[in-house]
């Protein structure tokens, strides 16, 4: 069975040395946190998914989801370990304490999500869409929601879900079926069919909480093409009164579950809404005046807000199943026996040297631990920004503009080099990586996923190149550049620092010039600007990480222990084989699209 | 259901118009290979692979192999399958006539192979091994297999396997257990384990042959770290006798069969051979006198050779799976509509445009696609050079330089691009590639096996780096440059070649600096070539696909109609979007093994 030891020691050094969470005590949620109380939720927590989590990832996995009878059983064991996750507290860990919560800050729950992903990424599903789900009730939904609805899914006792795609709608929401129709006692009657409805049904909870969005028809009943007829709804699998007691089963059926490449422990279901009551969420839609455009929804706040969540945490998805497969790679390396050192025998009495001996193994790990930790200082990161956007600090503008620039980064890059992680994961088994029974082609299936899933990769590019780029007068741009060109000054004079800064400022000029690019030629020809997107979003990305690796250089020089040489050797690392990669996508951005647009 | 249509035309092209065989009647099996006798067996073979093979590739990984009672059942189908392509004569293609085989040369059976590995890699590969096994007994064995066991696997009656790995033993042979001690009648007793032997046992022929290696024990029974000790020899599932006839099941029993991430239909077995019969291949390997080392079992170079040919196969199978991946992933574009093109609506008319629209897809499917096309023409062009080596042409020793170079690039190079196109044609098909139902996950679960088995990926670049850059003084590397730098300056002067001419001098460039890196520096620091080996790999294929795209653009240029058009799309994408990496891969060589070796 493949091993799992939670990077408790990683994020003690981003939260104490990286990003000094102890500076940061005037944000939302961080008066508590002293230095004592991370160090215990992440020991905690680790053990945790260590014990619980993580035995049932495999058995999860050869068993999958069960649909019997209308419902969903999940695998064996998945019960119990959903009933102590919920009962430790950890469902509930960033809710706040009026709801039953922990309070604690996001930066807080990414690392105990990202934990979850590596040990059982199945299971940890369940309890991420709930505190989605119960984020957006918390954002958007009427008092009797909160005061009896959340603090159930804050437990764990209820489950939540996001219910967006449709069978015929992905990423193009104008093409949704689903419709809402208002009922003289303002609930709502849906119809309509979700597809790929993560913990759309399980065993786990009494009560499922969906939150769903479909189009309001107009006066005829017709359902339009229109962005702006799109709402956010709660429909609860059983129905939940303004008092909180719980009525009769509501007309949420499950069609099915999908027959998936991975993550068979998750149940992705087929949900057919048939005259369900539904409760609208945010204030009522104005109908718009003749001659006027319908403005969106309010309530759809909440869903983009619970959709970013679900983007950033699709990233985390990304981190930690690449942290899961770089480990059992480098256990495998340190048991495995194949050739001789290069230089000569390592252990001459031995029959044949460990598999680490050869560079290419060691390049292979190396590859996979700086993208790994690198990713993870940048969620890290960003989830800090998020706590600053939403402070008084003066700064709190731009963290805004950071923390959205870098949602589909984190959601993409990281998931791709997750997924790389993997593979490199299971290249260093070799011919055994192939085999079930070793568990490391789990980690490829599973995290292949996070590519396609909350926006294929392709998506967040163009989200990317295509809005966020260009929102606010490039604002965000300007802000990133601004944070690079601050970092590379302050630490250029610095001997020591040299190769790091090299590094940022090689990334920061490739990225500079490609944005200026895309700036210049997007405008004129959007196919230039599509055909690079991917490109763009990987150099950036990159740079990103070099920004990242820079920062932990920085405080990691001089010091002695091996966490702070192997910091030095991955930002090395990344600097001598990653930043290069820079020009190259810069070259590819500028080819624009010519040759590609060719394709019929 | 997937789809999958022969790619007959890019066959045509590659041998009428690129390759030009006609020219090459003279080499050996080409005598009779008129235009008509191509197109047929192109025609005739694609067919096939559509109608018989593909239908059975989606069930048969859904089914899976089933081991009862010591023995495996394939999937349903499978058997009825198999003895058609047996009578076809697709078995007997590259055999010669005199065993009851069809004669053709290797380019004709790689084009038949490439097209049974996109229908249906677990199927394609039980006849693929047996050509193999057959292809070494002819070139090792004595008269008497050649009369009455050759035969028997031209015809489909029985099949073959390569019986090499061992649960400790992989790569490094000198690590092997499985010992074969010589008998008084000549025969040899077998006795041990091989593990991941594919096509190990089945329910498809009456007989199976093994080719195994097996270390021969000193005179008192010892076996020893030493590679020449390890024989070759051919150990059948029921003893044939020399006058032909078959008697009873010899010693060779399934252990069991592997649980795998893909090709389900092909069984990978377990196989104990307990007191097995076995014929040694090659002469008598003599005893070394007092103080001189044991050299090489003769055997050993029919070993070898049906390796380098399952090599070059795997590569194959990359290149299969890349070519039906692209086309399922292109269809899908052509099916699915969301959002709208980036100028505009292409269909106002319509809900929404097709996916097809989007720039990022089309750059995912033409990286697919120039990968893909630039592979077989690579590979192609190899087999030709494979039979000119065995010609008595002048260029026949710079040929066989050529074949022996290309060999870990096709391997390698062609099953990570295969791989890539796997994953670019799932992409394609965003949330609904995940999908078991929607057949191109498994695609993803079966090209991930070419990566890993028959020599790891990583395994092929030591190779390359370690052992063929450096034979014979150089003379691989030395005839690549000679034939790339003829290339250059044959078409640099024709103004419509520029920019592909530019893409080979700029891949040529970055590999000559990497080769000279790499020689300066590989023998001083061996660390540092093995850190470089994979990247200077795949600079190395990329290089030779920008040759291969120089090739065809030329024989493309001023020609009407849609391949050829085609053909200049994909040659410019790979000059625009992958040579740029080339002056990259050779920086990370450059870079060394000091931050590499860092990694305990």
């Not at 998750?266 to 109908?287: E, H, M, S, Y």
Request: aromatic residues 6%; charged residues 20%.
């Amino acid at each position: 069975m493949p091993l799992y030891r939670a990077p408790v020691e990683d994020f003690r050094f981003l939260f104490h040395e990286l990003l000094e969470l102890e500076k940061h005590r005037d944000l939302p949620g961080f008066a508590d946190l002293s230095p004592e109380l991370i160090d215990d939720i992440l020991a905690n927590a680790g053990k945790f998914c260590e014990e619980v989590l993580q035995p049932l990832n495999q058995s999860g996995d050869e068993e999958g989801c069960h649909f019997e009878n209308g419902t969903v059983r999940t695998p064996k064991g998945f019960k119990e370990a959903y009933k102590a996750y919920s009962e430790a507290g950890w469902g509930g860990l960033g809710a706040p304490e009026s709801a039953g919560g922990a309070g604690m800050p996001p930066i807080l729950t990414m690392a105990v999500s990202e934990m979850g992903m590596s040990a059982n990424q199945s299971l940890a599903m369940y309890p991420m869409l709930t505190a989605g789900a119960y984020g957006a009730l918390l954002a958007t939904g009427p008092d009797w929601m909160k005061q009896h609805i959340v603090p159930k899914m804050v437990s764990g006792e209820w489950a939540g879900t996001m219910a967006l795609t449709e069978p015929g709608c992905g990423t193009d929401l104008r093409l949704m079926k689903t419709k809402a129709v208002e009922q003289p006692d303002g609930t709502y009657k849906m119809n309509g069919t979700k597809i790929f409805i993560s913990g759309g049904d399980q065993d786990l909870t009494d009560n499922i909480i969906h939150m769903v969005i479909a189009k309001i028809p107009d006066e005829n009943g017709q359902i339009h093409d229109d962005l702006a007829t799109v709402n956010f709804f709660m429909v609860p699998k059983f129905i939940v009164k303004g008092d909180g007691t719980v009525a009769a089963k509501n007309g949420v059926n499950v069609g099915g579950i999908e027959h998936k490449m991975g993550i068979k422990g998750q149940a992705t279901c087929v949900l057919n809404f048939d005259d369900a009551i539904a409760w609208r969420l945010g204030p009522k839609p104005v109908p718009p005046k003749p001659g006027e455009k319908r403005s969106t929804s309010a309530g759809m706040a909440g869903m983009f807000g619970m959709m970013n969540q679900a983007r950033l945490g699709v990233g985390v998805q990304g981190i930690g199943i690449g942290e899961v497969a770089y480990q059992n790679g480098y256990a495998y390396a340190h048991e495995r026996r194949v050739g001789r050192a290069l230089t000569g025998p390592k252990e001459p009495d031995k029959p044949a040297d460990l598999e680490i001996v050869h560079p290419d193994v060691k390049r292979m790990l190396l590859q996979a631990r700086s993208a790994t930790e690198g990713l993870r200082a940048l969620a890290a990161w960003t989830t800090l920004n998020s706590s600053i956007a939403r402070s008084s600090r003066p700064e709190a503008e731009s963290a805004a503009l950071l923390e959205d620039l870098m949602t589909p980064i984190i959601k993409s890059f990281g998931t791709d080099m997750g997924f790389e992680a993997a593979n490199l994961g299971m290249q260093c088994y070799g011919g055994h990586g192939y085999i079930r029974d070793n568990g490391v082609e789990q980690f490829v299936r599973d995290s292949r996923i996070n590519q396609v899933y909350e926006g294929a990769n392709g998506v967040q590019a163009m989200d990317l190149v295509g809005r966020k780029l260009g929102r606010k007068g490039g604002a965000a741009p300007m802000a990133l550049f601004a944070l690079l060109a601050g970092w590379i000054a302050e630490n250029e004079k610095d001997q020591a620092m040299q190769p790091f800064v090299t590094g940022v400022k090689r990334g920061t000029e490739a990225l500079q010039a490609a944005t200026m690019w895309l700036a210049a030629n997007g405008l004129k020809n959007p196919n230039d600007a599509g055909a690079g997107a991917s490109d763009y979003l990987r150099l950036m990305g990159i740079t990103m990480l070099a920004l990242m690796w820079g920062k932990m250089a920085k405080v990691s020089l001089g010091k002695d222990g091996k966490l702070h040489k192997d910091k030095l050797m991955c930002a090395r690392y990344w600097m001598e084989r990653m930043v290069p990669e820079c020009p190259m996508l810069l070259e590819r951005v500028q080819a624009g699209s010519s040759s590609i647009m060719e394709l019929d």
